[in-house]
T-cell receptor, first 112, second 110 residues
Framework: DAKTTQPPSMDCAEGRAANLPCNHS???????VYWYRQIHSQGPQYIIH???NNETNEMASLIITEDRKSSTLILPHATLRDTAVYYC?????????????FGPGTRLSVLP | GAVVSQHPSWVICKSGTSVKIECRSL??????MFWYRQFPKQSLMLMAT?????????EQGVEKDKFLINHASLTLSTLTVTSAHPEDSSFYIC??????FGPGTRLLVL
């Protein structure tokens, strides 16, 4: 079973920031938080991951609470092409024998 | 970054035929690859773990004789759906042992 919970759906206005929450209250000390997204009929696309510090890359920012029990993915200026299902996954980094366990994710709709 | 490719991207076949799906790691060696299946409006579900040079391990409820996995090299894993039936119609996705997923293969069995 997935170790994360996410809202099933969210809307965001184009050009505004999209903030996608994720709860992972049972996360272990060596588990990272990964975010992926899946645009219709495509494979999951890696977005970002982090352990405990906030992370930023060209796609998004990841904010992890100090107790690591929740995190927020931020798309700073959402576009229509960001409409997708977003998955928050916890996984031990470097454990190459471990697969990713996907929950239902959050369906983000970016509205014009 | 590392790239995983799949071939074909989509396939339509008749019931009873076998279909082979290839998953390739393009610029790195993958000792382990994972095969997922995704039905419409559902999330990805792990089917099996493919290990180079050894037998694959299958998740509960996945028939190993129906979904044959071969991982003969560090850059190629194949999934063969044998005697396909309409209920096998799905989106099949592979991933490397790192963090990259293939683009998926859509299978439609008539």
């Amino acid at each position: 079973d997935a170790k994360t919970t996410q809202p099933p759906s969210m809307d965001c206005a184009e050009g505004r920031a999209a903030n996608l929450p994720c709860n992972h209250s049972t996360i272990s000390g060596n588990e990272y938080v990964y975010w992926y997204r899946q645009i219709h009929s495509q494979g999951p696309q890696y977005i970002i991951h982090g352990l405990k510090n906030n992370e930023t890359n060209e796609m998004a920012s990841l904010i992890i609470t100090e107790d690591r029990k929740s995190s927020t993915l931020i798309l700073p200026h959402a576009t229509l092409r960001d409409t997708a299902v977003y998955y928050c996954i916890v996984r031990v980094r470097g454990d190459y024998g471990q697969n990713f366990v996907f929950g239902p994710g959050t369906r983000l709709s970016v509205l014009p | 970054g590392a790239v995983v490719s799949q071939h074909p991207s989509w396939v339509i076949c008749k019931s009873g035929t076998s279909v082979k799906i290839e998953c390739r790691s393009l610029d790195f060696q993958a000792t382990t690859m994972f095969w997922y299946r995704q039905f419409p409006k559902q999330s990805l579900m792990l089917m099996a773990t493919s290990n180079e040079g050894s037998k694959a391990t299958y998740e509960q409820g996945v028939e190993k004789d129906k979904f044959l996995i071969n991982h003969a090299s560090l850059t190629l894993s194949t999934l063969t759906v044998t005697s396909a039936h309409p209920e096998d119609s799905s989106f099949y996705i592979c991933s490397s042992e790192t963090q990259y997923f293939g683009p998926g293969t859509r299978l439609l069995v008539l």
